[in-house]
Nanobody
Framework: QVQLVESGGGLVQPGGSLRLSCAASAFTLDYYIIGWFRQAPGKEREGVSCISNSDGTTYYADSVKGRFTISRDNAKETVYLQMNSLKPEDTAVYYC????????????????????WGQGTQVTVSS
């Protein structure tokens, strides 16, 4: 069983920064990826970034590359998403998710391949 809880969302002005946290518990996967996804009203859920618990390999969507940084603290079983230079189009509910690395080979940001999901945290970028 895997449980994920997101936190850190809020309201921030364009150009501002925010750090999201994803706390995991009861992790039963040995080799897995934790990813961040977001969904804005009327839009499909899209992959933002993900990180492997095995070697720390990271992936980023082109839309956030250079602005967002994903990191992990294995001891705390927590994954962070540092979001800088935020834009209004970053506004969405952000979810963290987990899946066995084997299930997403070649497609690490494919939302439909992830098995476990958190409740989401709202990020609003507005002036």
């Amino acid at each position: 069983q895997v449980q994920l809880v997101e936190s850190g969302g809020g309201l921030v002005q364009p150009g501002g920064s925010l750090r999201l946290s994803c706390a995991a518990s009861a992790f039963t996967l040995d080799y897995y990826i934790i990813g961040w996804f977001r969904q804005a009203p009327g839009k499909e859920r899209e992959g933002v970034s993900c990180i492997s618990n095995s070697d720390g390999t990271t992936y980023y969507a082109d839309s956030v590359k250079g602005r967002f940084t994903i990191s992990r603290d294995n001891a705390k079983e927590t994954v962070y998403l540092q979001m800088n230079s935020l834009k209004p189009e970053d506004t969405a509910v952000y979810y963290c998710a987990a899946v066995s690395i084997w299930a997403v080979a070649g497609r690490p940001l494919a939302a439909d391949r992830y098995d476990y999901w958190g409740q989401g945290t709202q990020v609003t970028v507005s002036s």
